[in-house]
């Protein structure tokens, strides 16, 4: 494979084997958190091809799959309190939607809406970002203003392996560490920026040993065992809660659909890679283990199948509705006063409008 699956010569965290089985590293959690834990798996993995299904229907615009990367997803967001922060990328819904908002107000930015559909404030989840480790700085800047406050806040900073060749992420790891603000910033390095390769983005023995050019721990763990991810990120969340700063954490996973719907994967990527990542799907690893425990049987993959699928229809409802456009919008948020030439453009586009139903 042209990937390799492991950074080689590197400790991994990982408590949960490809097959299922414990790896006896450390105990696991209980059997029904572990079990909502799959329930939340197979909800970001019914959302992932919700999704992909609206953007070939023409509901939605873009989307960028999460698929194979759901452990991640379903981690990053359960470990974080009301109070904290949580920092997605473009490819984060299913985190989004598991930190409790409406994955109908998720969707509504990629289906080409101007804003992000939801309210950043009410679940403290900020609007997806799509240029490259951006919203890592301002992720630390919450995260050093919660401090300075007195406040027990953490963010969780999400990005990818491309963005941490980005001279931002660069800069948000090294104000978090020098000023010790509660940040973690997760890593979900899926193999490839759009078609790059991780090699040809960086020769380190793993991203996560960045972290000691910046003076923080730096964790890799596997990115497709739940309980493993759930830990790591949940120990990097007490840390910054106590005062001890910023963990950079790297989750070793793969983006198991193209980069979009706009994206050919087969150019950059083989077959055979792709089926040997798909040995490693993080809900058969969870579903073996919890069926081999005698905690998960047919009635209740049924019922966990079922709640899924009524998600998955409540998405397809909202998304069927047109949603009704004001031209105004255009012009109502670019400047808190607006321009002379902002009010000329207005008054412009409101004439030829009453034109058009005269």
């Not at 699956?5 to 450390?26: F, K, M, N, Y």
């Not at 698929?67 to 379903?74: D, F, K, L, S």
């Not at 490819?91 to 107000?105: K, L, M, S």
């Not at 023995?205 to 763990?221: H, R």
Request: charged share 25%.
């Amino acid at each position: 494979m042209s990937s390799s699956p492991e950074p080689e010569q590197v400790d991994i965290v990982r408590l949960l084997g490809h097959d299922g089985e414990p790896t006896g590293s450390a105990p696991l959690p209980a059997p029904d958190v572990l079990l909502d834990g799959y329930r939340r798996l197979v909800a970001a993995r019914r959302l992932n091809e919700q999704a992909q299904a609206l953007v070939r229907q023409g509901r939605l615009a873009v989307y960028p799959s999460s698929r194979g990367q759901e452990a991640c997803q379903v981690a990053c967001a359960a470990v974080l309190e009301e109070r904290d922060w949580l920092f997605p990328t473009y490819r984060d819904t299913a985190a989004i939607v598991a930190r409790g908002v409406d994955p109908v107000e998720v969707l509504t930015m990629l289906r080409g809406d101007w804003h992000c559909g939801y309210d950043p404030r009410e679940r403290r989840t900020a609007p997806q970002a799509t240029p490259l480790a951006t919203q890592l700085l301002h992720a630390v800047g919450v995260g050093h203003a919660a401090r300075l406050r007195g406040e027990d806040t953490v963010v969780m900073a999400l990005c990818g392996d491309g963005a941490t060749s980005e001279g931002d992420f660069h800069e948000a790891c090294n104000f978090a560490a020098v000023f010790a603000a509660p940040v973690v910033f997760f890593v979900q390095n899926n193999k490839y920026a759009i078609s790059v390769p991780l090699a040809r983005q960086s020769v380190a023995p793993s991203l996560a040993a960045k972290a000691d050019g910046y003076g923080m721990p730096g964790v890799l763990v596997d990115g497709n065992d739940l309980p493993a991810v759930t830990r790591v990120l949940a120990e990097a969340v007490a840390r910054a809660r106590s005062g001890d700063g910023p963990t950079l954490v790297e989750a070793d996973t793969y983006r198991m659909d193209a980069h979009t719907n706009a994206d050919d994967a087969t150019r950059y990527r083989t077959e055979d890679e792709v089926t040997g990542w798909g040995e490693r799907d993080p809900l058969t690893r969870v579903r073996t283990y919890l069926t081999g425990a005698g905690v998960l049987d047919e009635t209740g993959e049924r019922e966990i199948t079922a709640a899924s699928e009524d998600m998955a229809a409540q998405v397809r409802r909202g998304l069927a509705v047109e949603a009704p456009v004001d031209p105004d919008e255009l012009f109502a948020h670019v400047y808190a006063t607006p321009t002379p030439q902002l009010t000329s453009q207005r008054a412009s586009l409101r004439a030829e409008l009453e034109d058009e139903d005269s």
